[in-house]
């Protein structure tokens, strides 16, 4: 059980990358969302929010196992954070960069509340919840740059 653990929480072992393991992490997670665009909003968020709960699970767990406080390592909280930033957005090439490029940014800087979730909420929500929420705002943002695309 304790492989299954750090083999999610990694990524696929990919947050054992040696340079930026976050930024990785989040390109690796395109494959998916291409899958994923391509099924109905229900279906992609089905899998969003079961991926969600299994993301929680298992940086808790690898938390444990890695003994430090959202290790490097963990990754699966950026390819959930990159996959809520790009639901129902058209999977064109700028598309995924945009949101590649912002999440990113979003997941760095930290801006308010995502800094404080992280610090604030411990275990594996901690872990997972400032990248959600980097991801809303992401999403929301190239939401309305489309639409305000369509309208101009």
Request: charged share 15%; hydrophobic share 50%; glycine share 8%.
């Amino acid at each position: 059980m304790k492989r299954i653990v750090v083999f999610l929480a990694t990524g696929c072992y990919v947050g054992y990358s040696p340079l930026v393991p976050g930024t990785t992490g989040t390109l690796a997670s395109i494959p998916l969302y291409l899958i994923l665009s391509h099924l109905s909003p229900l279906y992609y968020m089905a899998i969003l929010l079961g991926s969600i709960y299994i993301a929680i699970w298992a940086s808790d767990g690898a938390e444990v196992l890695l003994q430090s406080r959202d290790c490097k390592h963990i990754v699966i909280d950026e390819m959930i954070g990159f996959l809520v930033a790009m639901f129902m957005i058209p999977p064109t090439v700028r598309n995924i960069i945009l949101g590649f490029l912002m999440f990113r940014a979003f997941d760095i800087i930290k801006p308010f509340p995502i800094r404080t979730l992280e610090e604030r909420v411990r275990g594996g929500y901690g872990v997972v919840l400032d990248d959600i929420l980097a991801g809303i705002y992401t999403n929301l943002i190239i939401h309305v740059l489309l639409f305000t695309m369509l309208k101009g």
